[in-house]
Nanobody, 123 residues
């Protein structure tokens, strides 16, 4: 059974940095898509960044140049380095994985989800 376990959220002031981690347990497939989504209460979950099966990365426009997504394939771990954080970056961040190699920005296409980790950026 696949399980995603996130860590690294917290509170930081505007301009600060945080690093999120997501460990995937139970994945036997050699390559698969993993991504990060953000959700603000009352709003839809939106894609932030993702790494597909051949390690190509994609980013939501507002985080380009500030966030870096990466993965350690040997350890099935996904990271999100977030720099120059802004209050509008705040939200619940979820790690997600698909059983295929290519990524998508639509949450319903992801098979597995973590429990979420809260990120709060104060001005």
């Amino acid at each position: 059974q696949v399980q995603l376990v996130e860590s690294g959220g917290g509170s930081v002031q505007s301009g600060g940095s945080l690093t999120l981690s997501c460990k995937a347990f139970g994945f036997t497939r050699g390559s698969f898509c993993m991504g990060w989504f953000r959700q603000i209460e009352g709003q839809a979950r939106e894609a932030v960044a993702a790494v597909d099966g051949d390690d190509s990365t994609t980013y939501e426009d507002s985080v380009k140049g500030r966030f870096t997504v990466s993965r350690n394939n040997a350890k099935n771990t996904l990271f999100l380095q977030m720099d120059s954080l802004k209050p509008e970056d705040s939200g619940m961040f979820y790690c997600a994985a698909r059983s295929v190699g290519w990524c998508a920005s639509v949450p319903s296409l992801y098979n597995y989800w973590g429990q979420g980790t809260q990120v709060t950026v104060s001005s």
